[in-house]
């Protein structure tokens, strides 16, 4: 092999390394995928080594077209998982099978999936129905999010109904989870609603 | 050189001024859904001549918001079916705001928050002090109004007889068909300025919060953009306390001007 190949050979190899820098190498598939691409890499050098001895068996076309298999089957791995590692990812709360009319300060605890959550921000809306056929309950209230991190609550964002929120869980090492309180003025507190959770996307 | 300039510049400025002019979103002249008779809200004396609250704040909303204002007499129970149709541009008639009626029109506000209260002939006042004494009794309330709901929600057993117009259920509590009325506390009030021998109970307040907003047709958000900005102004400049003490003397305005800041968004 000459030096220039040799050169060329070298920062292919480096080049495809790469991924194992920003891939999650505790999943096995990913592991395999980013290990793949090096792999590649050398089935394509292998035939510039001198064969020891003559052989009928064609080794660089076979090393090629099993190199580009090779190649193309890691390579999907690593942007699929690249792709599965940045996604924003729905979120589905349990519902706790309890009361499901709410009243001014009633509040709950959301348990966010992941310990700790796959990403490091959600973003949050939620919405009230009226369970009355009085008042003006839907949009006069304000919903308190609170996050808690490790069991420990964080700055809350108070917004209307309707409005989304994000809110960070960066640092949660065991478990995070969002708090969402139930306000309404003073002289509305008789109102009576339905909350539900319109959007929760963890994101990056 | 420098007279060229100066006409450039102003024509520039006029031009500016001329932009800068809010359009107008309402009508020269808008058909206002007023009640039959509320007295201290909206009600016409013998000669036709109008007053109350209602009625002053339509008109000011006309002047500020450059229409005509045309009073055009609604039953609660229509306000809705009238402004869908477009026989009426606004509702101006102590008409609360609800996330049922949502559904079916616009609102801007609140320009006044009341609750429910209750209306019994002055000579029987002594028999009602809380809401468990109306248990079992008569109580007269309008067609459409939130009163019904609210006296079926209370979760005790009342009789509920139904009428057009409030007048007819202060005849029908004087007569002594009914053994007492209600609605809003603060139309009881108005109720109560024409009709001495009625007394609303102070103590007797209950249900959902009334905030009487401005009916306008569903999903225009301009018109109620409009109305938005100036029930803030009428809020903060003093008009809401001039035209309350004019029109409801004696009752206190604690609890029933909303916060400026707070009103629905539309």
Redesign the interface.
Same mark, same amino acid.
């Given at each position: 092999m000459s030096h220039g190949r040799l050169l060329i050979f070298l920062l292919l190899l480096i080049a495809s390394l790469s991924p194992l820098l920003f891939l999650n190498l505790d999943k096995a598939g990913q592991l395999a995928s980013a290990l793949a691409l090096p792999l590649a890499v050398i089935l394509v050098a292998l035939p510039s080594i001198p064969p020891l001895r003559r052989s009928s068996v064609p080794w660089r076309k076979v090393s090629i077209i099993a190199a580009v298999i090779v190649a193309v089957v890691g390579g999907s791995g690593v942007v699929y998982a690249i792709w599965q590692g940045n996604r924003d990812i729905d979120v589905t709360f349990p519902t706790d099978g309890g009361d499901p009319t709410w009243k001014d300060g009633y509040y709950t605890v959301l348990p966010v999936p992941g310990a700790p959550p796959e990403r490091e921000r959600i973003t949050v809306a939620a919405s009230l #129905? %009226?369970t009355? #056929? &009085? +008042?003006? @309950? $839907?949009? &006069?209230a304000t919903l308190e999010y609170t996050p808690l991190i490790d069991g420990r609550p964080q700055t809350s964002t108070s917004v209307?109904p309707g409005q989304s929120v994000e809110l960070s869980l960066a640092g949660t090492t065991r478990k995070a989870e969002v708090k969402i309180t139930l306000h309404y $003025?003073s +002289? %509305?507190a %008789? @109102?009576a609603v339905d909350l539900f959770i319109d959007k929760a996307v963890l994101h990056g | 050189m420098a007279k060229r300039l100066l006409l450039a510049l102003l024509l520039v400025v006029a031009g500016c001024g001329a932009d800068a002019q809010e359009p107008a979103v309402f009508g020269k002249t808008v058909n206002i859904g007023v009640s039959p008779s509320s007295p201290g809200w909206g009600t016409a004396d013998a000669a036709g001549v109008r007053s109350g609250f209602d009625y002053d704040f339509s008109n000011w909303l006309g002047q500020h918001l450059a229409f005509t204002p045309v009073p055009v007499t609604v039953l609660a129970r229509d306000r809705e079916i009238e402004l869908q149709r477009g026989t009426i541009g606004m509702v101006v008639a102590t008409y609360s705001i609800t996330d049922a009626r949502r559904e079916q029109v616009g609102f801007a506000g609140p320009y006044m928050l009341s609750q429910q209260g209750v209306m019994v002939r002055a000579a029987e006042k002594e028999k009602y002090r809380t809401l468990a004494d109306l248990t079992g009794k008569t109580i007269c309330v309008t067609s459409g109004s939130t009163s019904a709901k609210q006296l079926r929600e209370l979760g005790f057993p009342v009789s509920v007889t139904e009428k057009d117009v409030y007048e007819q259920c202060r005849l029908a509590l004087r007569d002594g068909q009914v053994d007492a009325l209600s609605t809003d506390q603060l139309i009881l009030y108005g109720l109560q300025k024409v009709d001495k021998e009625t007394y609303v109970v102070p103590e007797i307040a209950f249900g959902q919060q009334e905030r009487y907003g401005i009916g306008l047709p569903k999903g225009d958000k301009a018109k109620c953009e409009a109305v938005t900005t100036q029930i803030r102004t009428f809020l903060i400049d003093g008009y809401w306390d001039r035209f309350f003490a004019a029109n409801l003397p004696g009752v206190p305005t604690e609890g029933h001007k909303p916060n400026p800041n707070r009103l629905n968004p539309c």
């Open positions: #129905k %009226n009355n #056929k &009085t +008042g003006d @309950c $839907e949009q &006069t209307p $003025e +002289g %509305n %008789n @109102c | -």
